[in-house]
């Protein structure tokens, strides 16, 4: 079965700009978690949606959000890009939220 | 709250020696632990996980983790490392309850695998 499909595999983008990242999880999962990977801060987590609804959220600026769709897809926007939003995105699926989690290969952003 | 410490950045072994890899875990309630694995430019993949049940759990590849409360510990081993297993591997926590998709990380632990 097919795993999680995180698009576009690597991303650059300027300084103020937008970004928008997609996550397809695995057939069946309602919960999709994203993930922030950099050198300094490790993972850290961002927010997690289930049946289209946040139910959790992370301590990151207002600028990064996302949302989840009817077919359990989710994207993650961040706005007026940084620098330091350079990073590994990392998607997670899961059935339920509490178990397991099922990552994809992630988004690599690039800020110059 | 919760957080997780992994005692060692780096661990170098011969292949063929066996892999320790530490992590202890500070939770309030009952947690559900994991270890992930992430091979270079690559996602996490998921090794093994305790969620209550045995306390000594079997994973992917050979490795295995024992939960002790008593310790706050989880630590994984692996009887024999094989050249495939230089990776980075991470210890997480998710408490039981509403915090969820919420997974804590550890900072990492860099396995080096020498022939």
């Known amino acids: 079965k097919a795993g999680v499909t995180q698009t576009p595999r690597y991303l650059i983008k300027t300084r103020g700009q937008q970004v928008t990242l997609s996550c397809s999880p695995i057939s069946g999962h309602r919960s999709v978690s994203w993930y922030q990977q950099t050198p300094g801060q490790g993972l850290q987590f961002l927010f997690e949606y289930f049946s289209e609804t946040q139910r959790n959220k992370g301590n990151f600026p207002g600028r990064f959000s996302g949302r989840q769709f009817s077919n359990s897809r989710s994207e993650m926007n961040v706005s007026t890009l940084e620098l330091g939003d350079s990073a590994l995105y990392l998607c997670?699926?899961?059935?339920?939220?509490?178990?397991?989690?099922?990552f994809g290969s992630g988004t690599r952003l690039t800020v110059v | 709250a919760q957080s997780v410490t992994q005692l060692d950045s780096h661990v170098s072994v011969s292949e063929g020696t066996p892999v320790l890899l530490r992590c202890n875990y500070s939770s309030s309630y009952s947690p559900s632990l994991f270890w992930y694995v992430q091979h270079p430019n690559k996602g996490l993949q998921l090794l093994l996980k305790?969620?209550?049940?045995?306390?000594l759990v079997k994973g992917i590849n050979g490795f295995e983790a024992e939960f002790k409360k008593s310790e706050t510990s989880f630590h994984l081993t692996k009887p024999s490392a094989h050249m495939s297993d230089a990776a980075e591997y991470f210890c997480?926590?998710?408490?039981?309850?509403?915090?969820?998709?919420?997974?804590?990380f550890g900072q990492g632990t860099i396995l080096t695998v020498h022939p």
């Open positions: 997480v926590v998710s408490p039981l309850g509403t915090s969820y998709g919420k997974l804590t």
């Open positions: 305790y969620t209550s049940a045995a306390t």
């Open positions: 997670a699926s899961s059935l339920e939220g509490g178990g397991g989690y099922t």
